[in-house]
């Protein structure tokens, strides 16, 4: 009998990324940065005329924090012994939406928090790639772990059997993430998540 599989999202669900990329912006940039909503263009304005950016600028700083000072980021408390719990009964893919110049950088960025699972890269909709994993892996049951409520959306479309978890691991940020219709559960610490996740794979049931 095949392994479950656990995907996971990384930034704010992994690691912490708003935090430390509002302080980049306001030590290099002067821009100021409100943690609030994930209308990350909407939240950053210039230091001293608070005019706000373009979404091609918000764009532009990503890029400028990744992969230069990922170095900033932290590790959410209870991710890595909840992956290692999970890890002990299934499979498990990180795929991050990152550029795919960034994937050496997040592999070596996790195994230094001692993470060491399979990482893929992805641009746009998580839906596709999700399919594609579980055609490869062939699990008995797959969990989805990610933090915008659009990509459980997409997985919903593309691999409706895959079990849908939302979290916001930044406690910040969370208040004004509205739980995604398309998820089937929204839990914000890994405390309760692994408990969680860990039942779906008991259970070995595709979701409805």
């Known amino acids: 009998m095949t392994r479950p599989l656990l995907i996971s999202d990384c930034d704010e669900v992994l690691l912490h990324m708003v935090r430390h990329f509002a302080d980049w912006l306001g030590e290099a940039h002067e821009v100021d940065f409100t943690i609030g909503t994930w209308e990350l263009a909407q ?27 990922m170095a900033r980021q932290t590790l959410v408390p209870g991710a890595k012994e909840a992956l290692a719990r999970l890890a002990e009964v299934a499979d498990i893919v990180i795929l991050t939406n990152l550029e795919d110049h960034c994937r050496t950088h997040r592999i070596d960025q996790l195994a230094a928090f001692g993470i060491d699972h399979r990482v893929e890269c992805n641009q746009g909709g998580k839906g596709a790639p999700v399919a594609r ?14 933090d915008l409520p659009h990509h459980h959306q997409s997985v919903a479309e593309h691999a409706p059997g895959v079990w849908r978890l939302h979290m916001v691991s930044e406690p910040q940020l969370s208040p004004g993430v509205p739980t995604s219709p398309a998820a ?17 794979f008991e259970a070995g049931r595709a979701a409805a």
């Open 43 to 69: 939240s950053m304005k210039r230091r001293g005329d608070g005019a706000p950016l373009s979404r091609e600028e918000m764009f532009g700083f990503l890029g400028g924090f990744f992969p230069a000072e």
């Open 133 to 146: 994993l579980v055609a490869e892996f062939a699990p008995s049951v797959t969990v989805f772990v990610d």
């Open 184 to 200: 089937h559960a929204r839990i914000d610490d890994w405390a309760d998540a692994a408990d969680w996740i860990a039942t779906r």
